[in-house]
């Protein structure tokens, strides 16, 4: 059902980004679009704290260094949209990104909502936005993330090239898959008659698409090589390359358990965590 309230995305990249600018101190990245679409809007006028800063380019981009550290306010003016105001903050360690959305003037405003100057306020809160538990996990500042910024900037690319190419992922070709690897291999608990070292196991990392987990690793760790290989025949991991980037919204990869947010640690977490949060549907 469509409200009639914008949404607004501000992420604090904690990565090197490439943003049509270098990505240092004060770097900045707005982008706007149409409410409930993916549609641009160019030649939006932009103002930080009162003071005029630039007008979108023809992808809806407006891109700034060297902007003022600290919380200012930012205010949008386009003809036909409803004026837009908000707050956020400028850090002096990463690149700040505004995802914006514009609501048409002649748009309808959802029932039981009261319209304040530009801003409509509902009775009951809306829920939340699809990207509420990625910004939630981007703010730990653990982990690899990449963004919806980055991603268009790879048109046509799958979400192994993405990864590979945002990321320190590692691929491997699996039962003429292409799976995610491990940083680390597992102990299998036997020996090589060759050597008479310890032989290592498959480690895949898990895989989960908005929140719902699609596969990881067997539970039962005590499993030798050959039984090991024997469960991933029968339940082997996904093929990432069916995934195609303009399906995306955002990634998050965690190599290692430590590093997951804690409600992905359980399972099959010490060989990697993949989120794959998909691009909603408009």
């Known amino acids: 059902m469509k409200t009639g309230y914008p949404r607004i995305f501000i992420c604090a990249l904690l990565l090197p980004v490439a943003i049509g600018a270098q990505a240092g101190p004060g770097a900045l990245v707005i982008r706007v679009h149409e409410f409930d679409s993916v549609k641009p809007i160019a030649g939006v006028v932009i103002a930080l704290d009162g003071a005029p800063l630039g007008a979108t380019d023809s992808a809806g981009y407006l891109r700034r260094t060297g902007v003022a550290l600290g919380r200012h306010s930012f205010a949008l003016q386009h003809t036909g949209h409803r004026s837009l105001t908000l707050p956020a903050t400028i850090r002096a360690d990463s690149a700040t990104v505004l995802d914006l959305e514009m609501i048409a003037a002649s748009a309808g405003v959802a029932a039981g909502a009261t319209t304040l100057g530009a801003v409509s306020v509902l009775a009951t809160a809306p829920p939340p936005p699809p990207l509420t538990e990625f910004e939630r996990h981007f703010a730990r500042g653990i982990g690899q993330f990449v963004t919806r910024v980055q991603i268009d900037q790879l048109p046509g690319r799958t979400l192994v090239e993405i990864l590979r190419t945002k990321t320190s992922a590692r691929f491997a070709p699996t039962y003429g898959r292409m799976v995610l690897g491990s940083i680390r291999q597992q102990p299998s608990g036997s020996l090589s008659k060759a050597t008479g070292a310890d032989t ?13 987990r699609l596969w990881s690793m067997p539970p039962n760790l005590s499993l030798d090589r050959g039984g090991l290989m ?25 190599p290692d358990a430590s590093s997951a947010p804690p409600e992905f640690r359980s399972g099959g977490a010490e060989c990697g965590t993949l989120l794959i949060w998909s691009r909603k549907v408009r």
Do not use: T
Request: overall charge negative; some cysteine; charged content about 25%.
């Open 200 to 212: 290592m196991r498959p480690c895949f990392a898990q895989v989960y698409r908005d929140g719902v």
């Open 230 to 254: 024997s469960s991933l025949e029968q339940n082997p991991p996904p093929d990432l390359r069916e995934i195609a980037g303009q399906e995306l919204e955002a990634l998050e990869y965690y």
